[in-house]
């Protein structure tokens, strides 16, 4: 097998979205899984289906299309608001897409009118951590403008928070939410199918509701609980969940005993940094063929007894503890959202899906 590569655990994506289902469920809150950190990977996406989930979601048309490509027919949602320049590849391909513009609104309007398709407007609301969402003062009015619009259903409101400022979502930034639902629900006269309150950082209040009191919002766009078995604000396992999904793979091309400090005058390294130095002494130093270019180094875990002390563009410069490493040696390291997402996206890493 190719080094390096990830190894993707696809029967624990199906369980994890399965126990993500069923737990949410006495919360009449249903699920739409995140497909983005995978890059639209039709493997990824056959897996979330078999799962018992009605519907996708992506944050770049071109992933939604790759799975288009690929003969995926489930309904489809984009998540981050349409470039102008995309209207017509998302009345396209997208069922539903999150909007927070009007002038976005009316142009995928004219083009689904012009393809003689139903486009589904989900409109999201900021509610304070100040990345997308119209400002609820200005909310009625985009409703009242996109009710207007032919071609285009309005299917709900929504929300996102945590990914900017890790901004919780709470009772009260979601009981706004509803209270706006509602409101607006009231003024125009219209049901809202759909009330989408954010995504993995949700969790924790999600799972926290009283099942027995009535919560509007009903639905969760989840990417890291499903492949990581994490709530997203504070990173604790959801209980039932795997927390082993995804496994990164790097192989040792150099073992050395090497003193600690280096030997010269020194000044920036090749990413602009000095980093400080402590004497010590001799070390174990291992290089793997990993480098920047693979995956951010910040976002793997390495095993137990080998340290990560440097990384450059090719190179994973490592420290054992105990024996030293083998030239040919596979590493296994663990990964965080952002180790994940870069190494989905280099096309250096080989990905490796399996049952
Ligand atoms: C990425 C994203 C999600 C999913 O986030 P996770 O933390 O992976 O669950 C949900 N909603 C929007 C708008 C996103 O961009």
């Not at 029967?11 to 739409?32: E, G, Q």
């Not at 393809?115 to 409703?143: N, Q, S």
């Not at 509007?216 to 890291?224: D, H, K, T």
């Not at 004497?279 to 390495?302: C, E, S, T, W, Y």
Request: charged share 20%; aromatic share 6%.
């Amino acid at each position: 097998m190719n080094t390096p590569r990830l190894e993707i655990d696809c029967a624990k994506i199906v369980a994890n979205a399965k126990r993500l289902i069923s737990i949410l469920k006495p919360h009449c809150i249903s699920i739409v899984p995140v497909t983005k950190v995978f890059m639209g990977h039709p493997t990824v996406a056959a897996s979330l289906i078999l799962s018992g989930v009605r519907m996708l979601a992506d944050s770049r048309i071109e992933n939604i299309e790759r799975m288009r490509h690929a003969g995926i027919t489930i309904p489809m949602m984009l998540i981050r608001t349409p470039m102008l320049s995309q209207v017509e590849r998302v009345v396209l391909n997208c069922e539903i897409s999150l909007n927070t513009e009007l002038i976005v609104i009316r142009a995928l309007s004219k083009a689904a009118k012009n393809a003689g398709f139903l486009h589904g407007v989900i409109v999201m609301v900021e509610l304070g951590d100040l990345r997308e969402g119209i400002m609820p003062d200005k909310l009625f009015d985009i409703i009242r403008q996109t009710l207007r619009l032919s071609n285009i259903t309005l299917k709900g409101i929504g929300a996102n928070l945590t990914c900017r400022y890790g901004v919780a979502p709470q009772q009260d930034n979601m009981d706004f939410l509803a209270k706006l639902a509602k409101e607006a629900e009231t003024l125009f006269g219209i049901r809202f199918e759909i009330i989408s309150g954010g995504n993995s950082a949700n969790l924790l209040w999600a799972l926290d509701l009283d099942p027995h009191v009535h919560n509007a919002v009903n639905q969760l766009r989840l990417g890291e609980a499903i492949y990581f078995g994490v709530e997203a604000l504070y990173k604790h396992p959801i209980a039932g969940a795997h927390t082993d999904i995804v496994t990164l793979v790097a192989e040792v091309i150099e073992s050395n005993i090497k003193p600690s400090i280096p030997k010269g005058q020194r000044s920036i390294n090749a990413f602009g940094e000095m980093p400080q130095v402590i004497d010590r002494g001799q070390v174990k130093q291992g290089l793997l063929a990993l480098g920047r270019q693979d995956v951010n180094p910040l976002g793997i875990i390495p095993p137990r007894g080998i340290t990560i002390v440097a990384s450059c563009s090719d190179h994973l410069v490592v420290e054992s503890a105990g024996v030293a490493l083998q030239v040919g040696q596979e590493i296994r390291f663990k990964l965080d959202y952002s180790g994940l997402l870069s190494a989905m996206t280099s096309p250096y890493v080989s990905k490796y899906f399996y049952h």
